[in-house]
């Protein structure tokens, strides 16, 4: 695989205005090739999305998703810039597909890394700097690996950067784009709440065997 410059990403972020992650991984799937990168980030409505972002998105739609056997339920708002796009089917499908991911992932608790406090990603970033693993590593070194943990930590909690469930090939946030692409409007997840049967209740727990014990009277 070519090496990627810095150099080379600023490039093509200038040539297509789309994300640096995005122009990074367009180049490391064509091996470098600055055309073929540029027609990559084309076919996945990547560069189309990008110039769309900054646009005011206040319509959309709430939904819901409940899982068989009623024990998962998941209500989520998707906006979009007009009240023409939020009553597409195309619009309508991508909103379930997103209610049906946060069902599918426990661990997701925020839209994107931005949502995230400062407090907890302080939180993370004292827990792994005191590993064990880390201990005679010099200090350079340890803050990288850090980084890379705490960035890892981060995507695991953030819908934007799950892998999509249907193609585990593209994240959500890359399947919102090649919506964004494919509608004309900027889509973005504004907030979603995830219910589980029986969260946050206190159960008593019983011995089954003492219970019957005491139900038929043994000692």
């Known amino acids: 695989m070519a090496d990627i410059s810095a150099k080379v990403v600023k490039e093509l972020r200038e040539k297509t205005g789309a994300g640096m992650m995005d122009c990074k991984k367009a180049l490391k799937e064509n091996d470098g090739d600055m055309n073929k990168a540029v027609e990559w980030l084309r ?12 646009r005011l998105a206040a319509e959309g739609l709430v939904d819901s998703y409940i899982h068989t056997g009623g024990r998962i339920g ?12 939020a009553r597409r089917e195309e619009f309508h499908a991508l909103v379930r597909n997103i209610a049906m991911q946060v069902a599918a992932c426990p661990n997701v608790e925020y839209v994107s890394i931005e949502d995230i406090p400062e407090h907890l990603v302080e ?13 005679n590593k010099p200090d350079n070194i340890k803050e990288k690996i850090v980084q890379g943990r705490i960035d890892k930590r981060l995507k695991e909690l953030t819908l934007l950067d799950q892998p999509y469930i249907r193609d585990q090939n593209i994240t ?15 889509i973005r997840v504004r907030r979603f709440t995830r219910f589980v049967l029986g ?12 219970e019957v014990a005491a139900q038929t009277g043994a000692k």
């Open 43 to 54: 076919q996945k409505g990547i560069t189309s999305a990008e110039k769309k972002a900054g």
């Open 172 to 186: 959500v946030a890359e399947l919102i784009k090649q919506v964004i692409a494919q509608l004309g409007e900027n």
């Open 199 to 210: 969260e946050g209740i206190e159960k008593e727990e019983t011995n089954f065997a003492d």
């Open 74 to 85: 998941v209500l989520v708002e998707v906006n979009c810039e007009t009240d023409f796009v």
């Open 123 to 135: 939180s993370e970033k004292a827990i792994e700097m005191g590993r064990d693993d880390l201990g």
